[in-house]
């Protein structure tokens, strides 16, 4: 274990790539109760969650063949939108809690930050920054906002690519996520010029996951170029000369039995303890636009 210690957050004392341990019951009858409900979960989502991938990823394969991109957009949009949200809720996500950081004071100009956050804030061409905890932030981030995703590049050869992201589709993404194969430096596209793409294609806003890989809860990694480290975002020469407008979200996975938290693992036996879980819970704090 001492080999994980380089990685351990010395403010928390947690380690990002170790997943969080399953709590069971010491109880012999709880353990057996506990059993036989996960079975029964298990029994009646699975069937159904393999529908609404395979739905979910025929309607994408279907709208991506659509020329024109103000006929395609919508269609992209309705299908995350439904097909996204009904594998969250049958992976046990019945509610998910989303919003502004809530303050126990509010000033005068922190009121208007108070409701839903807008959608005009994530039009395209817009920039999303989030953190990266498991596969299940993709889908909520393709349910909301139907983004394009970028990924900073791990081990970049040259400076020149630690300014460029590999753009990747919601499919593309959960794969990175879940198994974090070998990168190719020949798809990386100057962040400058993806924005000017997403904006030009009506792609949605660009989503970057800045930390490279899915970290424990509260262990947030060092941020990757182009987002972290000089010359930033700040100093990246943007088209048109105008900065996109950004927006910052940070996910959070309460739990008390399993984390739904994947850093590192099977996914296929992440997933199957997710079903097993009755109801499981997500948190989404956006952050306000000068903390972004």
Known sequence: MEKFRTFEDPATGIMPFMPAKVVVPKNPLLRLLRGLVSLVLVALRLPFLIVAVVLVATNSLLVSLIPIPFLRRPLHRLSDLIGCRLILFL??????????????????????????????????GSLLIANSCSYLDILYLSFRFSPTYGIPLREASSPKLQQSLVP???????????????????????????????????????????????????????????????????????????????????????????????????????????????YSRMDVVFLPPRAA
């Not at 998910?96 to 395209?124: F, L, Y």
């Open 168 to 278: 990747k589709g919601l499919f593309g993404m959960l794969y990175d996520t879940a198994f974090s194969p070998r990168q190719n430096e020949k798809a990386a596209v100057p962040i400058a010029d993806l924005v000017a793409r997403c904006r030009a294609g009506t792609l949605g806003p660009l989503c970057v996951l800045p930390e490279g890989l899915a970290s424990q809860e509260g262990a947030m990694l060092p941020f990757l170029p182009p987002v972290g480290g000089p010359p930033g975002l700040e100093g990246t020469a943007w088209p048109g000369g105008a900065a996109p407008r950004c927006r910052a979200l940070v996910f959070r996975y309460p739990s008390r039995h399993f984390s739904p938290c994947f850093p590192c693992g099977s996914a296929t036996w992440h997933v199957l303890n997710l079903l097993c879980q009755i």
């Open 91 to 124: 992976l046990g996500f019945w509610w998910i809690s989303a919003g502004w950081e809530q303050k126990k004071t509010v000033s005068a100009r922190g009121k208007a930050e108070q409701g839903w956050p807008p959608c005009s804030d994530a039009s395209s």
